[in-house]
């Protein structure tokens, strides 16, 4: 019995159809969308041979999210966040069309190119914050954790199927086809997502402009328990993400066998799934802050260990350890704030969330490759890692509320309660 109360909790697909529905449509959709994650790397390689256009492609990526986020969640929290959701997915599928006709054709401009995955990073910009409300107006409170966990691995899953069947697909289709796999895909989010019923915000309505953003900054700023989370995931990825150092370590320690360095980063997809399949404990604990804690924790001393390993086969396991962690701390996180916000701030907080999730890791790359130009890769992998369990200790011992899953159920703080 205790072996089947630790797999991943089932109850939501069977307790509520539209959130089923919604849940395959988004994840053939996750497929098609790191299927084109790595066409557009191959397009953009193939077309101009040089790695600062290729790293273009991430800050195309990046920027909407960064630059739209906050506003998008706003929208979000002033209208129905179930047409604002078509609405978005409906120009991503647009972008994707607009990208297979460019690869059919062929003698694009690679600048059109990015142009086009930032105007569909935009979009998903916009449709990220209405999403967030999914899981807790379909589920049960005690299921939403459950939902979460479900979103969290199959979206691993389809990072680890993706990028495999792009290679597999491009080979043999070319970048076209794999452009209208992923615009067929958006079709399928698109079905699971006209079952849902309207969801106006519950509460008073966003503000428009700046005036909402910033209502929705001040709520972080006073709830301790939410901010906690975000401050841990912070100083889980900008202190000790270690993707950056892969290649590094990789020649230092293991003879810059590429082989191991796909392995490295196979690991920790390999961890997260698994992890989150067992999550079915966990996510019934009602204990969301206390598992992130020590989840983060764990994340920074299993990379100090990689750091000082010297056996390959350690290392993957180490970071197979640390893929786990992670994947147990971004549910709980996400958990905290779904559950700790008020449904009418609830967009601008997951957009929030969202750029803390992009931004983190992106951030953390740059200090560890900075670092490790100073030192090495092992030293700048053992930094990152200690700094990390100081600083979630930092964080724990600052905030009781997040540890001992004390404070206000609903989310309201004295001092960030909004107009």
């Given at each position: 019995?205790?072996?089947?109360?630790?797999?991943?909790?089932?109850?939501?697909?069977?307790?509520?159809?539209?959130?089923?529905?919604?849940?395959?449509?988004?994840?053939?959709?996750?497929?098609?969308?790191?299927?084109?994650?790595?066409?557009?790397?191959?397009?953009?390689?193939?077309?101009?041979?040089?790695?600062?256009?290729?790293?273009?492609?991430?800050?195309?990526?990046?920027?909407?999210?960064?630059?739209?986020?906050?506003?998008?969640?706003?929208?979000?929290?002033?209208?129905?966040?179930r047409?604002?959701y078509?609405?978005?997915?409906?120009?991503?599928?647009?972008?994707?069309?607009?990208?297979?006709?460019?690869?059919?054709?062929?003698?694009?401009?690679?600048?059109?190119?990015?142009?086009?995955?930032?105007?569909?990073?935009?979009?998903?910009?916009?449709?990220?914050?209405?999403?967030?409300?999914?899981?807790?107006?379909?589920?049960?409170?005690?299921?939403?954790?459950?939902?979460?966990?479900?979103?969290?691995?199959?979206?691993?899953?389809?990072?680890?199927?993706?990028?495999?069947?792009a290679?597999?697909?491009?080979?043999?289709?070319?970048?076209?086809?794999?452009?209208?796999?992923?615009?067929?895909?958006?079709?399928l989010?698109?079905?699971?997502?006209?079952?849902?019923?309207?969801?106006?915000?519950?509460?008073?309505p966003?503000?428009?402009?700046?005036?909402?953003?910033?209502?929705?900054?001040?709520?972080?700023?006073?709830h301790?328990v939410?901010?906690?989370?975000?401050?841990?995931?912070?100083?889980?990825?900008?202190?000790?993400?270690?993707?950056?150092?892969?290649?590094?370590?990789?020649?230092?320690?293991?003879?810059?066998?590429?082989?191991?360095?796909?392995?490295?980063?196979?690991?920790?997809?390999?961890?997260?799934?698994?992890?989150?399949?067992?999550?079915?404990?966990?996510?019934?604990?009602?204990?969301?802050?206390?598992?992130?804690?020590?989840?983060?924790?764990?994340?920074?001393?299993?990379?100090v260990?990689?750091?000082?390993?010297?056996?390959?086969?350690?290392?993957?396991?180490?970071?197979?350890?640390?893929?786990?962690?992670?994947?147990?701390?971004?549910?709980?996180?996400?958990?905290?704030?779904?559950?700790?916000?008020?449904?009418?701030?609830?967009?601008?907080?997951?957009?929030?969330?969202?750029?803390?999730?992009?931004?983190?890791?992106?951030?953390?790359?740059?200090?560890?490759?900075?670092?490790?130009?100073?030192?090495?890769?092992?030293?700048?992998?053992?930094?990152?890692?200690?700094?990390?369990?100081?600083?979630?200790a930092?964080?724990?011992?600052?905030?009781?509320?997040?540890?001992?899953?004390?404070?206000?159920?609903?989310?309201?703080?004295?001092?960030?309660?909004?107009?």
């Amino acid at each position: 019995m205790r072996a089947v109360r630790s797999l991943i909790d089932v109850r939501p697909l069977r307790t509520s159809p539209v959130f089923r529905r919604l849940l395959i449509g988004r994840t053939v959709s996750t497929l098609g969308g790191f299927m084109t994650m790595v066409t557009v790397m191959y397009q953009v390689w193939d077309l101009t041979g040089s790695t600062a256009w290729t790293g273009a492609v991430g800050l195309a990526q990046a920027l909407p999210l960064v630059v739209f986020g906050l506003f998008a969640g706003a929208w979000a929290d002033r209208t129905d966040r179930r047409r604002l959701y078509l609405a978005a997915t409906a120009g991503q599928a647009a972008c994707s069309l607009l990208l297979a006709v460019q690869g059919f054709t062929g003698h694009v401009p690679v600048a059109a190119v990015l142009a086009l995955v930032a105007v569909q990073s935009a979009f998903g910009a916009l449709g990220a914050p209405a999403a967030g409300v999914f899981v807790p107006r379909l589920l049960p409170r005690d299921q939403v954790a459950a939902g979460l966990a479900l979103n969290q691995v199959t979206g691993q899953a389809m990072m680890l199927l993706g990028p495999a069947l792009a290679g597999v697909l491009l080979g043999w289709l070319g970048t076209g086809a794999c452009y209208l796999l992923d615009a067929l895909s958006f079709g399928l989010a698109l079905h699971g997502a006209l079952g849902l019923p309207a969801l106006p915000p519950e509460g008073a309505p966003s503000r428009a402009g700046l005036h909402g953003v910033l209502d929705g900054l001040r709520f972080l700023a006073g709830h301790r328990v939410v901010r906690g989370a975000l401050l841990t995931d912070l100083a889980a990825t900008v202190l000790s993400f270690p993707v950056s150092l892969f290649p590094l370590v990789n020649a230092e320690r293991f003879g810059n066998d590429p082989r191991t360095l796909g392995l490295f980063l196979s690991a920790l997809a390999v961890g997260g799934v698994a992890a989150t399949a067992l999550s079915g404990s966990l996510t019934r604990l009602g204990r969301p802050g206390t598992v992130m804690l020590c989840t983060s924790a764990v994340w920074g001393a299993a990379l100090v260990l990689f750091g000082l390993s010297t056996s390959a086969w350690t290392g993957l396991v180490l970071l197979a350890l640390a893929g786990a962690a992670d994947a147990t701390s971004v549910v709980s996180r996400s958990t905290i704030v779904q559950t700790r916000t008020p449904d009418a701030l609830l967009g601008r907080v997951t957009a929030a969330e969202q750029i803390v999730g992009q931004a983190g890791p992106s951030l953390g790359n740059v200090r560890g490759g900075l670092l490790a130009g100073w030192t090495s890769g092992a030293t700048a992998l053992v930094a990152g890692g200690a700094m990390c369990v100081l600083a979630v200790a930092a964080v724990a011992a600052a905030t009781p509320e997040l540890r001992d899953g004390t404070g206000p159920a609903d989310g309201l703080a004295p001092a960030a309660d909004g107009p």
